[in-house]
């Protein structure tokens, strides 16, 4: 069974630090393309960062450029997002993500092939 577990959610003022971390499992997965999302009440689904399981260069949303970080440990079958100098603007519930064989710049809700159960993240002002 396919699973992606998200952890590290919480509230954090802002200007404050989290990391996420995303658990995977059921399946090999050097094929993949892992991302994160995240969702705002009331807004669609975005894209966030991007990276390949194995090699390649990540990308990310020109909002987090600069002060998220994606990194993934293929060890520990494990992604992670870094997020520093959070705004209350990041509040969002954030989903780890899967698509098979898709460039990290073409990562897009409609190309992913599995989605995490997500993680609230709230930054106050």
């Known amino acids: 069974q396919v699973q992606l577990v998200e952890s590290g959610g919480g509230l954090v003022q802002a200007g404050g630090s989290l990391r996420l971390s995303c658990a995977a499992s059921?399946?090999?997965?050097?094929?993949?393309?892992m991302g994160w999302f995240r969702q705002a009440p009331g807004k669609e689904r975005e894209f966030v960062a991007a990276?390949?399981?194995?090699?390649?260069?990540?990308h990310y949303a020109d909002s987090v450029k600069g002060r998220f970080t994606i990194s993934r440990d293929g060890a520990k079958n494990t992604m992670y997002l870094q997020m520093n100098s959070l705004k209350p603007e990041d509040t969002a519930v954030y989903y780890c993500?899967?698509?098979?064989?898709?460039?990290?710049?073409?990562?897009?809700?409609?190309?992913?092939?599995?989605w995490g159960q997500g993680t609230q993240v709230t930054v106050s002002s």
């Open positions: 993500a899967a698509a098979f064989a898709v460039p990290t710049q073409a990562m897009g809700v409609e190309r992913i092939d599995y």
């Open positions: 059921g399946r090999t997965w050097g094929r993949y393309t």
């Open positions: 990276v390949p399981w194995i090699g390649g260069t990540s």
